[in-house]
């Protein structure tokens, strides 16, 4: 791909290894936007006032996901569908099933079965912003990648979701035939043991995972990016692109203020669980990195890749499993999520994951 088709789709060409490339990922460290999120912790941290109202965050969130899904059609107008395509969009489907249900596996040995359900799902969906916060390092560093990669993180959002509350319904099950204990271990009673008795049917769970408004808006923006092309990218440039880093800041503090004020929820829990947040994201992103290395995953995707294993959702899935497994801990997945995992990513993996493609996907 020439570097003038790069720029036109937002995307740029990968740069010779040696000082250029190693300037570009210092500065990196000192972009205004993880500087936000830097601020917003330390804000958060000392307890100060300052705070995004919840309609202007969100607007920001919807605004992100547009201008992501826009650049990603855009790109994927351009180069069509490929045998890359379907490989990236593969491993992604893979890992959206193999990561919760390996996070089941191992949180079952020291959790409940409902905490455990509702972690699993946490950690093997992903975090949209933590994707795109990755989309504009790739940019600073000069790396390419692909534009269906918006598409990748969207597939990857709903299935642990889904498998959490059929976790959840078999732990109900059993429990109601073995006559277990009437509580979860956050203390609150549980609903009868039914396959629709986690107080949301799994039609209702379905239906909420697959036409979440955010995941709509970003596969909606992609469609109308892949049909308008060349013409749209044009048109929409101001939009999409010049305003994008700016928003990406403005939310990314929000996201500090936020992360520094669920972490006190965490207080008491095990060191397992501290433990988890932190090594899971590193074996999730290896588990990436391995399957990209069999099927032969360009760097940039392949990096991609690896920060959505290693990411955790702390806005669709706990939206949905506070409802669908009312016995779990919220401040569980909640704290670990986006109290620890959250700016463990946003801080340290994402140049980590990113850097460590570069070496083995080259």
């Known amino acids: 791909m020439s570097a003038e088709r790069c720029s036109r789709l937002g995307i740029n060409p990968m740069k010779p290894r040696g000082i250029r490339t190693h300037n570009a990922r210092m500065q990196s460290f000192l972009d205004p936007a993880i500087l936000f999120f830097v601020f917003g912790l330390l804000a958060g ?70 905490d455990a359900a509702a972690i699993a799902a946490t950690y093997g969906s992903v975090s949209a912003v933590t994707f795109i916060t990755a989309v504009q390092y790739l940019d600073n560093i000069g790396l390419a990648y692909g534009g269906h990669m918006a598409a990748a993180m969207a597939l990857m959002e709903s299935p642990a979701i889904v498998m959490a509350v059929v976790m959840a319904n078999l732990v109900r099950t059993r429990r109601a035939a073995t006559g277990g204990p009437g509580a979860g271990a956050s203390g609150m009673p549980r609903t009868e043991p039914t396959t629709s008795g986690s107080g949301m049917s799994m039609s209702k769970v379905l239906h909420e995972s697959l036409t979440d408004g955010a995941q709509l808006l970003l596969l909606g923006a992609m469609l109308v990016g892949v049909l308008t092309g060349r013409a749209g990218e044009a048109a929409m440039q101001p939009f999409a692109v010049d305003l994008f880093k700016g928003m990406l800041a403005f939310f990314l503090l929000d996201m500090g203020l936020i992360a520094a004020r669920n972490v006190g929820g965490l207080k008491g829990q095990s060191g397992w669980l501290f433990a988890y947040a932190i090594g899971a994201p590193l074996v999730h992103a290896t588990l990436a990195l391995v399957l990209c290395m069999v099927l032969g995953v360009a760097p940039g995707n392949g990096g991609l890749l690896m920060v959505l294993a290693a990411s955790a959702s702390y806005i669709a899935v706990p939206a949905v499993v506070r409802h669908a497994i009312p016995e779990a801990n919220p401040s569980l997945y909640f704290g670990m999520s986006l109290g620890l995992t959250f700016p463990l990513n946003i801080l340290v993996g994402i140049p980590l994951y990113i850097g460590v493609a570069q070496r083995f996907l080259a």
Not at 46 to 61: G, T
Not at 62 to 75: D, Q
């Open 45 to 114: 941290s000392l307890k100060s006032n300052l705070e995004i109202p919840p309609q202007v965050s969100r607007f920001l969130s919807l605004y992100l996901l547009m201008a992501l899904g826009l650049k990603g059609g855009f790109a994927l107008a351009e180069s069509g569908l490929t045998a890359d395509v379907a490989i990236s969009l593969g491993i992604a489907l893979a890992l959206a099933f193999s990561v919760p249900a390996l996070g089941y596996f191992v949180l079952r040995r020291f959790l409940n079965g409902f």
